[in-house]
């Protein structure tokens, strides 16, 4: 069982950056795979970024790359998702997700645990 608590979210102009965190409880922190989502109003959840359990190797959603960047803390269960050159389309509801390490395959899918997720504003 993984507890996943976001925070950083907030309001902020176009072109500027925040931080996004997530604080992952348990034992086993480093053995998932850690995923930001976001879900914009009146749209479906999309995929943000992802780093592995095992090699720390990232990935990222086309609209995101070059932007954004995705780290973690194994010793202290944290998760980081910076977000430079902020656009009003980053606008959404940002999740914090975990995967463990037994699914393997497209690493958009297979989250099974979710935090309650942190509002970005982003205004032009």
């Known amino acids: 069982q993984v507890q996943l608590v976001e925070s950083g979210g907030g309001l902020v102009q176009a072109g500027g950056s925040l931080r996004l965190s997530c604080a992952a409880s348990?034992?086993?922190?480093?053995?998932?795979?850690m995923g930001w989502f976001r879900q914009a109003p009146g749209k479906e959840r999309e995929f943000v970024s992802a780093?592995?359990?095992?090699?720390?190797?990232?990935y990222y959603a086309d609209s995101v790359k070059g932007r954004f960047t995705i780290s973690r803390d194994n010793a202290n269960n944290m998760v980081y998702l910076q977000m430079n050159s902020l656009k009003p389309e980053d606008t959404a509801v940002y999740y914090c997700?975990?995967?463990?390490?037994?699914?393997?395959?497209?690493?958009?899918?297979?989250?099974?645990?979710w935090g309650q997720g942190t509002q970005v504003t982003v205004s032009s």
């Open positions: 997700a975990a995967r463990r390490r037994t699914v393997v395959g497209d690493i958009t899918a297979g989250y099974e645990y």
């Open positions: 348990g034992r086993t922190f480093s053995s998932y795979t």
């Open positions: 780093i592995s359990w095992s090699d720390s190797g990232t």
